[in-house]
C-alpha cells in the first residue's frame, strides 16, 4: 500500500518535470489542424515534419534563415568554449599543482566573482563594447560569454587535474621530459575527459544566453538564436507548431550535453557540502 | 607540495639554485595570467563600472562613446528612484517573488529528493530522468512551452478550466467560458504562472543535491529512529535535516542569488518589458537603461541597489562553502 502511494507520487513527479518538453516535441511534430483543434491530442495523430521544414527552409526575415541564426549561436558558442576551456586548464593547474601566496585568495575570488549577479554588468559591459567598436559583433558576444563562464570552469577543472596522480608526472620528469612535455603528454590526456566536461558547461553557459545577445547585437542577420526566438515567435497570434519545432531543435542539444555530464554540476554548485 | 616544481634531482640539479627558486615563484602566477585579466577586465571592472555610471546622467549612447560629457549627479539617480513610489512596487514584487519561490523550490526540491531515496532502483532512475529533462531544459524554451500551454485559445490550461462541469466553473470561478482568457494579464495571476515556470526549472537542482547529500548519510540512523516508532516528520526534523544541515544552507543560498535576479523567464513571459506592473529589480534597471528613452545611469543605479542585496546573500555563501571546505 504504501509503496503504491510512493510510486504514485513518483509518476506525479515525473509527469510535472517531463511534461512540458513532452509537448513541445509533441506539438512541434503536429499538423495545425491537431494544434488548434478545440480538443488537445495527447500524441499526434498524424504526426508530420512540416514545421520542421517550415522553419529550415524559409527565411524569417529577407535574406536570413533559421540555420543562419543556428550558425550565429554555434560561432559563438564553440569559440567561448575553445578560449574558456584554454585559459581555464592553465589556472586550474596553477591553484591544483602549485601551492603560493595568492592561492587562497585567487579561489575564494573564484566563488565570490560566480554570485556577481550577470544581469547588473549589462549596463557597463555596453559601455566596454561601444567603447571597444564592437557593438552588433559577434566578438562582442564571445568575449562577454568568456568571462561568464571561466569562473565556474577554473573552479571545476580544479578537481579533475588534482584528481591525477602526481607520481606520473614525477616519473615523465625523472624520465627527462620538460615541464611542457610532461604538461603536454602526460597531465593534457588524463584530465580531457574533465576537459570535455567543463566545455560542455560553458557551452550551454553561451548557447542559452539572452540578455547581452539582446543587447549587443542590433543587425537581425548576426541574432543568436535566442534572440531570434524571442523576436519572431513569442509575439500575439503565435503560430506554435514552428516555434515548437524550432525550441526542439534549440532544445536537443543542450539536454544532450547536459545528461552527459549532470553528475559533476551537483558536486561543482554545491562545492564540497556533499561528501562522497 | 608540488609536483611540476619539486622536480627530482636529476632534472634539478642542472639548474643553480637561484635560477629555480626564481622559476618555482613564477610559474603559477604565469599560468594564472590570462585567467586573472579575463575575470579582472570582464567581471570585476564592469562591477566597479556599474557603480561609476550611478553617479550620472547618462542618456545617450553617444556619451557611452565618449562623444559627449558625463554630467556628474552624485547621488542623484539614486534619490530618484527610492522616492518614487514604483521603486517600492518592485522591490515588494522582488522580494515576494524571491521569497515564494525559494520556499516552494526548497519544499518540492526537498521532497522529491527524500522520494527519490525512498524509491526502488528503477522507478528511482526513471523519476529522477524525467526530472533531470526539466533541469536541462533552456531557461528560454522551457518559458516558451510554458507560454503555448497557457496559451488563451488552444493552450491545455485553456482546455483544462473549459472543460470543467459549467455549473462548477460558474461557482468557483464566476465564468465558464475561458477561451480568450488572459492568464497573464493580471499581476497575480502573471506571478504565479512565472513562479511555476521557475519552479518547475529550479526544483530539480535541489532534490539531486539532496538525494546527493542524502545518500551520503548512513541509513542506520533513520532506520533505528524508525524501529523506535517515530514518524517521517520526526525522523526528518530530528535527523535528516541537522545532517544535510550544510547542504540546506548552501542550497537555500543559491537558490535565493538565483531567484532575486530572475530575468530571462520574465522577459519571454511577459513578452518584453512593457509590463511594468510585474517588473522587479533586474528587468527594471534593463528596461530603464535600455529602452527608449535610454538612461544608463538610472539604470546602473537600480543594478547597484540588486548587487548590494545579493552581497548580503553571498556573504554568508562564501562563509558556507569555505567552512565546509576545512572540515572536509
Known amino acids: ?11 506525479l513527479v515525473a509527469l510535472f518535470a517531463a511534461f512540458p518538453v513532452y509537448w513541445m516535441i509533441s506539438t512541434s511534430l503536429k499538423p495545425s489542424s491537431e494544434i488548434f483543434s478545440s480538443t488537445p491530442q495527447p500524441v499526434p495523430a498524424h504526426p508530420t515534419l512540416a514545421h520542421y521544414r517550415e522553419i529550415l527552409t524559409g527565411n524569417l526575415i ?86 561568464f563562464s571561466l569562473p565556474f570552469a577554473v573552479w571545476m577543472l580544479r578537481g ?64 543568436t538564436l535566442p534572440v531570434a526566438m524571442t523576436f519572431f515567435f513569442g509575439r500575439d497570434d503565435t503560430n506554435w507548431g514552428p516555434v515548437m519545432a524550432a525550441s526542439t531543435l534549440f532544445t536537443l542539444p543542450v539536454i544532450i550535453f547536459f545528461l552527459l555530464v549532470q553528475r559533476r554540476m551537483v558536486s561543482g554548485l554545491v562545492a564540497g557540502a556533499v561528501k562522497g | 607540495m608540488t609536483t611540476l616544481t619539486e622536480v627530482p634531482e636529476a632534472a634539478a640539479a642542472r639548474e643553480t639554485p637561484a635560477r629555480r627558486r626564481r622559476r618555482v615563484d613564477r610559474l603559477p602566477y604565469l599560468l ?26 547618462l542618456n545617450s549612447v553617444r556619451q557611452l562613446r565618449g562623444d559627449r560629457e558625463w554630467p556628474w549627479v552624485g547621488l542623484g539617480n539614486y534619490t530618484d528612484i527610492l522616492s518614487d513610489p514604483f521603486f517600492l512596487t518592485v522591490l515588494r514584487n522582488t522580494v515576494l517573488f524571491a521569497l515564494a519561490n525559494v520556499l516552494l523550490t526548497m519544499v518540492l526540491g526537498t521532497l522529491v529528493g527524500l522520494l527519490l531515496n525512498r524509491l526502488g532502483r528503477r522507478m528511482a532512475t526513471f523519476v529522477a530522468s524525467c526530472v533531470m529533462l526539466a533541469w536541462a531544459t533552456p531557461a528560454l524554451t522551457g518559458t516558451i512551452v510554458w507560454k503555448w500551454i497557457f496559451d488563451d485559445t488552444s493552450g491545455l490550461v485553456t482546455w483544462l478550466f473549459n472543460a470543467l462541469p459549467d455549473g462548477l466553473s460558474n461557482t468557483l470561478f464566476g465564468r465558464s467560458d475561458w477561451t480568450g482568457y488572459g492568464w497573464f494579464n493580471s ?42 516508532g517515530a514518524s517521517p516528520w520526526r525522523v526528518f526534523w530530528k535527523i535528516t535535516f541537522p545532517l544535510l544541515r550544510p547542504v540546506f544552507g548552501i542550497l537555500i543560498v543559491l537558490s535565493t542569488i538565483w531567484d532575486f535576479k530572475v530575468f530571462t523567464q520574465q522577459f519571454v513571459l511577459a513578452g518584453g518589458t512593457q509590463d511594468r506592473p510585474t517588473f522587479m529589480l533586474s528587468i527594471y534597471s534593463y528596461a530603464e537603461a535600455f529602452s527608449p528613452p535610454p538612461k544608463y545611469g538610472l ?18 555563501y562564501v562563509r558556507m562553502v569555505l567552512r565546509q571546505e576545512d572540515e572536509s
Open chain 1, 1 to 11: 500500500m504504501k509503496k503504491i502511494a510512493l510510486n504514485g507520487a513518483g509518476l
Open chain 1, 62 to 147: 529577407p535574406g536570413v534563415s533559421f540555420l543562419d541564426f543556428f550558425l550565429n549561436s554555434a560561432i559563438v558558442a564553440v569559440s567561448t568554449v575553445v578560449l574558456s576551456g584554454l585559459v581555464a586548464l592553465l589556472a586550474a593547474t596553477a591553484v591544483a599543482r602549485f601551492r603560493f601566496k595568492l592561492r587562497t585568495s585567487f579561489l575564494i575570488m573564484l566563488l565570490v566573482v560566480q554570485m556577481i549577479p550577470l544581469e547588473a554588468l549589462v549596463i557597463p559591459l555596453f559601455l566596454m563594447i561601444q567603447r571597444l567598436g564592437l557593438y552588433n559583433t559577434l566578438p562582442s558576444l564571445i568575449l562577454t560569454y568568456l568571462g
Open chain 1, 160 to 223: 579533475f587535474v588534482a584528481a591525477v596522480p602526481k607520481e606520473l608526472e614525477e616519473a615523465a620528469a625523472i624520465d627527462g621530459a620538460s615541464r611542457a612535455q610532461t604538461f603536454r603528454r602526460v597531465l593534457f590526456p588524463l584530465v580531457a575527459p574533465g576537459l570535455v566536461a567543463t566545455s560542455i558547461f560553458s557551452f550551454i553557459t553561451a548557447w542559452n544566453e539572452l540578455i547581452f545577445a539582446l543587447t549587443f547585437i542590433n543587425d537581425q542577420g548576426r541574432y
Open chain 2, 32 to 57: 594564472l595570467l590570462p585567467a586573472l585579466l579575463i575575470i579582472g577586465v570582464l567581471l570585476l571592472w564592469p562591477l566597479g563600472q556599474v557603480v561609476g555610471m550611478s553617479f550620472y546622467r
Open chain 2, 187 to 228: 499581476p497575480l495571476l502573471f506571478f504565479a504562472i512565472l513562479t511555476l515556470v521557475v519552479v518547475w526549472h529550479s526544483f530539480p537542482f535541489i532534490a539531486v543535491s539532496v538525494l546527493a547529500g542524502l545518500k551520503s548519510v548512513p541509513s542506520e540512523l533513520h532506520e533505528a529512529a524508525r524501529v523506535d
Open chain 2, 299 to 316: 539604470g546602473a543605479a537600480i543594478a547597484v541597489i540588486l548587487t548590494l542585496i545579493l552581497l548580503v546573500v553571498t556573504g554568508f
